[in-house]
């Protein structure tokens, strides 16, 4: 088997000669390159530079294009901040301004689509007979928060008709953008919907089982496979994805992966995901990283299981760890190889994160996410802070706290946080994994602001 059929067969839910790997290598490329993210990502010939560079050093059997979940909601109108190192984040939501009949369906000439689609074809042309190229879209319940904002969690229980008007509309834009990449070659379609990791198992059967499945129907019509992402603690919703009609299923490290597998199977759907993100791939070293890549496909292993991270590798993600992994998939980690990688991880001085004193009267919010600006969930919890500050004014002080770093890592360890995000009013951990509405954060500040 070559990585194009190894992935088709998993995703078909049948055997492999050996377990399928995927790095979602993202921004991650750019690195490699010697180039910022907010260049790489607005060049087509940077991005197939980068893949490329991927596929020669990784061995993979599959890779995305573009890992940027943002760019259906840049054609639309929302403007974006550009970061150096992380894929772009939506700064405002173009439903503030405008109507949902005021949008226009975006075309392959809007935005940065003709740029996506570019880098297909030629990466198509390039490795697509010897590995599967995904094309990644944002799933329409993030497409939905990215449009309207955190008002959404208000409105899904005050105005359900108006946001499945709303999702309804994001699944066309979706179809759209997925046929557009499988008329450029892909072989996959990726669903990545990351913010339904914060909604229960009710508001997913409502706001996003019938629109995913009516949009994996879509894409399995034109005769390519596709998969259905989601990150954060998705424990609660891993049936309802299995029932999406989709081929496969990937998930963070929050999610068990014996657990998913049992379930996954159940429903002959594939499965991935899981490899730690920043523990074990940003800090950990090479040997660290094949001793988890072990572990997991231990767990996995079997009909329908890829090994992959849990989301997009951390642009400093040192490349001799994927490497690692992809020697080992391949069965050509050695002792040598040990001694090689056995480097000392670097120690550089990191601030410590401060405990904060919280006066009476006062109230101090902390958000412990991977990083605001390249994940939307921990962007839309610091987004609902942000919305209700001013009503506190001095009152209330807030802050971010990074596990990118030493300090974000030993500061979740301390705290006890076990999902990301999470927010701890008063040091107290009250949303874990899931954005509050308007109202609930104002009903739990109420609480312990006394």
């Keep these: 088997m070559n990585g194009k059929e190894r992935i088709l067969a998993a995703l078909s839910f049948q055997p492999t000669d050996r377990t399928p790997w995927v790095p979602y290598a993202g921004v991650q490329t750019a690195n490699l390159l010697g180039m910022d993210a907010d260049v790489y990502l607005q060049n087509a010939d940077n991005i ?8 020669e050093l990784y061995q993979p059997d599959g890779l995305p294009v573009i890992f940027d979940i943002q760019m259906e909601a840049e054609a639309l109108g929302c403007e974006l901040k550009w970061a150096k190192k992380n894929p772009p984040a939506v700064k405002s939501h173009i439903l503030e ?56 969690f208000t409105e899904m229980i005050e105005e359900p008709e108006k946001i499945g008007e709303l999702i309804e509309f994001c699944t066309r834009v979706g179809k759209d ?9 892909v072989d996959v379609i ?31 019509a034109m005769g390519v496979k596709v998969t259905s992402f989601c990150c954060g603690d998705a424990t609660k919703n891993i049936e309802l994805m299995c029932q999406t009609e989709t081929d496969g299923i990937a998930f963070d ?6 657990y998913a597998k049992e379930i996954a199977s159940r429903y002959k759907v594939s499965f991935g995901g899981n490899l730690p993100l920043t523990t074990v791939m940003l800090f950990g070293s090479p040997v660290d990283n094949v001793e988890e890549a072990r572990r997991e496909v231990e767990i996995g292993k079997g009909v329908g299981y890829v090994l992959s991270p849990g989301c997009d590798i951390p642009f400093d993600t040192p490349a001799n760890n994927l490497i690692a992994i992809s020697k080992y998939i391949n069965g050509h980690f050695s002792s040598i190889d040990i001694l090689d990688s056995a480097e000392p991880l670097q120690n550089e001085e990191e601030a410590e994160f401060e405990d904060v004193e919280v006066k009476p009267g006062e109230v101090f919010v902390e958000i ?26 001095s009152r209330l002080t807030w802050r971010e706290s990074l596990v990118k770093t030493r300090a974000g890592i030993k500061r979740m360890a301390k705290l006890g946080v076990k999902n990301l995000p999470a927010m701890l009013i008063n040091n107290e951990v009250v949303f874990d994994n899931i954005i509050p509405s308007e109202d609930e954060l104002i009903s739990a500040i109420e609480k312990r602001i006394k």
Aim: net charge positive.
């Design 253 to 258: 490290e929050n999610v068990d992966l014996g």
């Design 368 to 393: 412990v996410t991977l990083d605001s600006e390249g994940c939307p969930p921990c962007q839309y919890m610091c987004e609902s802070v942000r919305k209700i500050e001013r009503k506190y004014g």
């Design 190 to 220: 990726a669903v990545v919907d990351p913010m339904t990791s914060q909604i229960s198992p009710r508001f997913f059967k409502r706001f996003v089982l019938p629109y995913t499945a009516d949009l994996n129907q879509y894409v399995k």
């Design 97 to 152: 301004k405008k109507g949902l009949s005021e949008l226009k369906l975006p075309t392959e000439n809007d935005g940065r689509y003709p740029i996506a689609l570019e880098a297909t074809r030629k990466l198509v042309a390039a490795v697509g007979d010897k590995i599967a190229i995904y094309g990644l879209i944002c799933g329409p319940f993030t497409l939905a928060l990215h449009l309207r904002g955190t008002d959404i």
């Design 48 to 55: 197939v530079k980068g893949i490329l560079k991927a596929y």
């Design 177 to 185: 953008l997925a046929r557009m990449y499988v008329e450029a070659g």
